[in-house]
């Protein structure tokens, strides 16, 4: 069980350009959350996956951020238009269902210059 | 809306001591209450969690936490303190009424000096 797996670990991206961050969950769990660990804000809830549906993405700056999980075995983050502002570490979990531990990947780390 | 409130930033102590990270929440209904660690470098790991019964959870690593529904707090403990147990810790609370989404608090930064 190699865990969560995010990739890619680092991303630099220029203002205004595209960025797009993969995760793929442990096989068999069923709920995939997504979130963002800043300094200054912590750890802030962005959207969340159960059975590839889409169930609370009340997190997610609706303008420029979108979620999918098109298979259960990988969902992608993915950022238009970036801006410095969305730096972050972004972290995805997986885990069996509601009431159950998080399993966290390592993390995409983006950088916005 | 339920939040998580983990007043102290910093915490230094002595390798040996006793350790407490408090942890408080405003939730209005019985909340599902988790701890995780965040070694230098690495990724959430998960500690402990309550979620009914007991009122006093054991978990990895040798912690415990104590759930106080009076107070509405979920502290952390551990003793003897090691070295190795610096890092820094989180506690969570997960929606029992359908959203199953974790409310972090800030985190508390732990140093355990040798």
């Known amino acids: 069980n190699a865990g969560v797996i995010q990739t890619p670990r680092h991303k630099v991206t220029g203002k205004g350009q595209e960025a797009t961050l993969w995760c793929e969950p442990i096989?068999?769990?069923?709920?995939v959350f997504w979130y963002r660990q800043t300094i200054v804000q912590g750890l802030e809830f962005l959207t969340y996956?159960?059975?590839?549906?889409?169930?609370?993405d009340s997190g997610m700056p609706k303008e420029r951020f979108s979620a999918q999980m098109p298979n259960q075995s990988h969902s992608t983050l993915k950022i238009q238009s970036t801006q410095p502002q969305d730096s972050a570490v972004y972290l995805c979990a997986s885990s069996l269902h509601s009431q159950n531990t998080l399993y966290f990947g390592a993390g995409t780390r983006l950088s916005v210059l | 809306a339920q939040s998580v409130d983990q007043p102290d930033a910093h915490v230094t102590l002595s390798e040996g001591a006793s350790l407490e990270l408090r942890c408080s929440y405003s939730?209005?209904?019985?909340?599902?209450l988790f701890w995780y660690v965040q070694y230098p470098g690495q990724s959430l790991q998960f500690l402990l969690k309550y979620i009914t019964g007991d009122t006093v959870v054991k978990g990895t690593k040798g912690f415990e936490a104590e759930f106080r529904k009076s107070n509405s707090s979920f502290n952390l403990k551990k003793s003897p303190a090691h070295w190795s147990d610096s890092a820094k810790y989180f506690c969570a609370l997960e929606d029992t009424e359908g959203a199953d989404r974790l409310t972090f608090g800030k985190g508390t930064q732990l140093i355990i000096q040798p």
């Open positions: 996956f159960r059975n590839q549906a889409p169930i609370d």
């Open positions: 939730y209005s209904a019985a909340p599902y």
């Open positions: 096989s068999g769990h069923s709920a």
